[in-house]
């Protein structure tokens, strides 16, 4: 008999999706648990906002549903959360003149397949841009989408991960997206009403002690094992004290942590559709700066617009919410070629890189340190569990989908170990 009481079997830190998911698989299995969430909710970096005066749900967090991901199609089917295809429909506005029917993929595509055959050693994806011997079109296409989607810095990110991004990304047909049009916060919502263990809210984990088949949360709860959730930012700034400091920390120290602006602009009427060149886009791309790019909500049609700055581009972005809205309101004046601050109803926005529970918006891989991400994923003498999108290893990393495999990979990984099945 061992000699050690503790007062549950796992404690889970973090109740975004992959904290919710690796804590079903645990309850399943009959375990005891304890869930701990800072944030005064659940969904770690999905945030919805119901605005009653809105149309539709705000997203200032997670948004789409990247490609057929058989965990999110899954828990959509099982919780009656409708899914509505996304309408891509592109159109640009650069030098002040409209193209419609583009295809920005073609632009970009060539130079992102040379990665995927590439072999050879890691290096960031701009020395590999630089030698390469595509044109500088498809050079700055393929840049611009690669900092644009992982909210990455072309000279930190690493090849070798975009390799691996891109195949899995085909491997579930990404090129078909979804959005959860009454709210993705149904997601995480789903998972956390399939729990009979209460999350507990407001309740910020700082100090965790560990050592084999024990830990001790703030000197208070003990556990013989725990999944930490936490975002790589949050590791970083060293938010939760580790006694110990176990080697998945000091792995996160090598994951970058990517930014990203959103504004979510609500107007009185789609200012957007009464133009034709935009009239029925679903993204509009420009040469613009600090916002490239911007989406709205086809194919249901509402008077919101979201505006997207990430990667680099952040830099350039002022202080304040009210600053930063005030840079999109006047990128979408310069884009549709006249103002709209007097037609605006509200803005929403949501700056994860200042939430103290978050530090990022999601992570990327650094050139040279792929590995990171197996590193953090490793458990720490069978006690210390990791999970979250950082450390998704198998290319779904800073998707919803990814962070719930994670999950329920770390979960697994706990059930396989004998000091939980005695």
């Known amino acids: 008999m061992r000699s050690f009481k503790p007062d549950v079997d796992v404690a889970i830190v973090g109740a975004g999706v992959a904290g919710l998911a690796a804590a079903l698989e645990l309850e399943k299995a009959g375990l005891r648990l304890a869930i701990f969430e800072a944030r005064d909710r659940i969904g770690g970096r999905i945030l919805t906002y119901h605005d009653p005066l809105s149309p539709l749900p705000i997203e200032l967090g997670a948004e789409f549903v990247h490609g057929r991901a058989p965990e999110l199609l899954d828990i959509a089917k099982r919780g009656l959360i409708p899914l509505c295809d996304v309408s891509w429909n592109p159109v640009e506005r650069r030098a002040g003149e409209w193209r419609k029917d583009i295809d920005l993929e073609s632009e970009s595509e060539s130079l992102i397949e040379e990665a995927v055959r590439y072999r050879g050693p890691d290096m960031a994806w701009a020395e590999f841009a630089a030698q390469s011997k595509a044109s500088a079109s498809q050079k700055k296409s393929a840049t611009r989408f690669i900092e644009g989607f992982n909210a990455a810095r072309a000279d930190r990110i690493s090849l070798l991960s975009i390799q691996q991004d891109t195949m899995a990304a085909k491997a579930i047909d990404d090129e078909h997206q979804f959005r959860v049009p009454f709210g993705y916060d149904r997601i995480p919502g789903f998972l956390a009403n399939q729990l009979k263990t209460t999350v507990r809210l407001s309740t910020p984990v700082r100090h965790i002690a560990w050592a084999e088949e024990r830990v001790e949360i703030d000197g208070e709860l003990t556990a013989r094992a725990a999944v930490v959730t936490l975002p790589v930012g949050v590791l970083q700034a060293g938010s939760v004290v580790f006694e110990p400091v176990p080697a998945p920390v000091k792995a996160a120290l090598d994951i970058e942590c990517g930014q990203v602006f959103r504004v979510v602009l609500r107007f009185e009427e789609a200012l957007w559709e009464k133009i034709p060149e935009s009239a029925d886009a679903g993204f509009l791309f420009t040469d613009l700066e600090p916002f490239p790019t911007w989406w709205t909500t086809l194919p249901i049609r509402a008077p919101i617009i979201t505006a997207w700055c990430a990667g680099p581009h952040v ?15 006047k990128g979408l004046g310069q884009l549709l070629g006249e103002k709209v601050e007097a037609h605006i109803r509200a803005w929403y926005l949501h700056n994860w890189r200042d939430d103290p529970w978050s530090r990022c918006a999601y992570s990327y891989a ?34 919803v989908h990814g962070a719930i495999r994670s999950g329920r990979c770390a979960a697994g990984k706990i059930l396989g170990e004998k000091l939980l099945n005695d």
């Open 315 to 329: 830099d350039s972005l002022p202080g304040s919410p009210e600053q930063i809205a005030g840079e999109a309101m």
């Open 366 to 399: 650094r050139a040279g340190r792929r590995a990171a991400r197996e590193e953090l994923a490793t458990p720490a003498g069978g006690t210390l569990f990791f999970a979250g999108e950082a450390a998704e290893t198998e290319g779904h990393s800073g998707t």
